[in-house]
């Protein structure tokens, strides 16, 4: 008898390719003819680009074949209809790995670990990496390890290298640059594409450098944003998944707007990453859709 208290168990298609008719009816007639139990589908053809995307959740038990054979015979409709690299099947009986990169702010940190450790976020941080140690104590009180890479003037390379080795270990589904104050050289960016993900506030490129709520301050600016988006070797320009915004006024002081900043970060990449890790976000060029 099946434990009605577990999450029932679905594969999720992501899927692109160009536009034409009868697209929907292929997927669908694949699925029908395998005994597929379709209980989500979402559909959104780009006018601009003549590209069509659709995400298709289907009960695994539904299914004659587990998610690598779904995996084998669904490449045959990609191929049909010109996909090519531009889909994947994900099994939500395999548990998500995240890795956080920090420095020393630790508000979007202390955010994740409280929605994890609530069962908010169904994901397992594997560890947390730092260039500083101030999040070190937080981290292990939630028994995650925490490891310390410096990155000394003059080393950041081989400070990059060894970030890399220590992420790469868990084979994470998603890196997050949790106000990461380090820039990830091209080479990660690379590697790690569709899966490492920033948060930054929105003042850029209006307001560039240091201090950058005084220089908005001063502005009177009325919205403090963020933006949640896919790391690319273009700094801060990568594709977007979520931004969202909180209003200020005249009224507030330039540590209210930054505690208004660090408020809406916070939830901004919450629900990036939540979106990510459901399988809800396609990327196509420097465009995401997010179903």
Same mark, same amino acid.
């Given at each position: 008898?099946?434990?009605?208290?577990?999450?029932?168990?679905?594969?999720?298609?992501?899927?692109?390719?160009?536009?034409?008719?009868?697209?929907?009816?292929?997927?669908?007639?694949? %699925?029908?003819?395998?005994?597929?139990?379709?209980?989500?589908?979402?559909?959104?053809?780009?006018?601009?680009?003549?590209?069509?995307?659709?995400?298709?959740?289907?009960?695994?038990?539904? %299914?004659?074949?587990?998610?690598?054979? /779904?995996?084998?015979?669904?490449?045959?409709?990609?191929?049909? /209809?010109?996909?090519?690299?531009?889909?994947?099947?994900?099994?939500?009986?395999?548990?998500?790995?995240?890795?956080?990169?920090?420095?020393?702010?630790?508000?979007?940190?202390?955010? %994740?670990? +409280?929605?994890?450790?609530?069962?908010?976020?169904?994901?397992?941080?594997?560890?947390?990496?730092?260039?500083?140690?101030?999040?070190?104590?937080?981290?292990?009180?939630?028994?995650?390890?925490?490891?310390?890479?410096?990155?000394?003037?003059?080393?950041? @390379?081989?400070?990059?290298?060894? =970030?890399?080795?220590?992420?790469? @270990?868990?084979?994470?589904?998603?890196?997050?640059?949790?106000?990461?104050?380090?820039? %990830?050289?091209?080479?990660?960016?690379?590697?790690?594409?569709?899966?490492?993900?920033?948060?930054?506030?929105?003042?850029?490129?209006?307001?560039?450098?240091?201090?950058?709520?005084?220089?908005?301050?001063?502005?009177?600016?009325?919205?403090? +944003?963020?933006?949640?988006?896919?790391?690319?070797?273009?700094?801060?320009?990568?594709?977007?998944?979520?931004?969202?915004?909180?209003?200020?006024?005249?009224?507030?002081?330039?540590?209210?707007?930054?505690?208004?900043?660090?408020?809406? @970060?916070? =939830?901004?990449?919450?629900?990036?990453?939540?979106?990510?890790?459901?399988?809800?976000?396609?990327?196509?060029?420097?465009?995401?859709?997010?179903?």
């Amino acid at each position: 008898m099946r434990d009605v208290t577990a999450p029932e168990r679905r594969y999720v298609i992501t899927f692109g390719c160009p536009d034409r008719t009868g697209i929907i009816a292929r997927i669908s007639g694949f %699925l029908a003819e395998h005994g597929g139990w379709i209980v989500e589908a979402a559909y959104h053809t780009d006018p601009d680009t003549g590209w069509f995307f659709t995400r298709q959740v289907v009960r695994a038990d539904s %299914l004659p074949f587990d998610a690598a054979g /779904l995996r084998a015979r669904f490449g045959e409709v990609a191929a049909d /209809l010109s996909a090519e690299s531009n889909w994947q099947v994900s099994d939500t009986g395999e548990r998500r790995r995240a890795v956080v990169l920090v420095s020393k702010a630790g508000h979007c940190l202390y955010d %994740l670990l +409280g929605r994890v450790a609530s069962g908010e976020l169904d994901v397992d941080i594997a560890a947390v990496i730092g260039n500083h140690e101030s999040l070190a104590d937080i981290t292990r009180a939630h028994g995650i390890p925490f490891h310390h890479v410096p990155f000394p003037a003059g080393g950041k @390379e081989e400070a990059f290298e060894q =970030v890399r080795k220590l992420v790469d @270990e868990h084979d994470p589904h998603a890196v997050v640059l949790a106000r990461f104050m380090q820039i %990830l050289p091209a080479d990660l960016c690379r590697d790690w594409a569709g899966r490492a993900i920033n948060i930054h506030h929105s003042f850029l490129p209006s307001f560039i450098g240091a201090k950058p709520y005084h220089q908005a301050h001063t502005r009177g600016v009325k919205l403090v +944003g963020a933006t949640c988006h896919y790391v690319t070797a273009d700094l801060d320009a990568g594709p977007i998944i979520e931004q969202d915004v909180i209003r200020v006024d005249h009224g507030d002081s330039v540590d209210d707007m930054v505690r208004k900043g660090r408020d809406i @970060e916070k =939830v901004t990449l919450a629900r990036g990453l939540r979106w990510h890790l459901e399988n809800r976000v396609l990327v196509h060029g420097n465009r995401t859709v997010v179903f």
